[in-house]
């Protein structure tokens, strides 16, 4: 019986770690490396990034748009060619995933989100995706958000303290979906949001990327 139930456990831990090691991704930049955890709370938006990282569909596609102090973004299959100058951001997969939208992921910095295009249901693109950086905020900066870009919703306190001392971009909350958090390697994202871009937000200096699903668990 005893021999039974250690299998058992053994059998569910070794459940457990390879559902979780599916979890975090790494995103490769020339300027350093960041780890990503996705969250399981928004598992449509978790399994397709997953499936696009596994298939390589990432690599050598660029941080297309960058705006200091914002966010920067990424994912457009279009860029994997691109010559200086070209317009970016339009290039999509020819699918759209539901929101996921989930009160307690928010825009603090170094959330993963899902890029979108202006659409009533507020489906997210199948590959663009975007990095925040923001800015640390006052109650005052807060205050005026959530009357004009919250449509009066309130900033839970725990949140509000985080856009105070972490900073990030609260007037996106609950329009984009969240699907995941940056948990090493956000001094990265300073780094490429000081970049000089061009008039369309583009960095005059290519930000390649590749994005590799991690094959171990790591504790962070």
């Not at 978790?46 to 990424?74: C, E, P, W």
């Not at 996921?100 to 663009?128: I, M």
């Amino acid at each position: 019986m005893k021999k039974l139930l250690l299998l058992s456990t053994l059998l569910l831990s070794i459940v457990f770690f390879a559902s979780a090691r599916d979890r975090r991704v790494k995103v490769i930049t020339p300027y350093g490396t960041m780890i990503i955890r996705l969250y399981d709370q928004t598992p449509k938006h978790r399994d397709n990034f997953i499936k696009l990282a596994r298939q390589h569909f990432y690599d050598s596609t660029l941080f297309h748009r960058v705006i200091k102090s914002f966010m920067i973004q990424g994912g457009d299959p279009d860029s994997k060619h691109a010559h200086p100058g070209d317009t970016l951001g339009n290039g999509d997969l020819g699918y759209t995933i539901p929101p996921e939208f989930q009160l307690d992921l928010y825009h603090r910095k170094g959330a993963l989100g899902a890029a979108r295009e202006d659409r009533p249901d507020k489906a997210s693109s199948s590959c663009q995706f975007y990095i925040v950086q923001g800015k640390v905020l006052t109650d005052e900066q807060l205050d005026k958000i959530e009357k004009t870009r919250l449509g009066g919703r309130k900033i839970p306190v725990d949140q509000r303290e985080v856009y105070k001392t972490a900073g990030g971009s609260p007037h996106l909350d609950q329009s984009y979906t969240v699907f995941g958090q940056v948990i090493k390697g956000m001094d990265v994202i300073d780094k490429i949001a000081a970049l000089q871009t061009d008039s369309h937000d583009r960095p005059l200096q290519d930000v390649p990327v590749q994005i590799r699903v991690m094959k171990k668990w790591f504790f962070f």
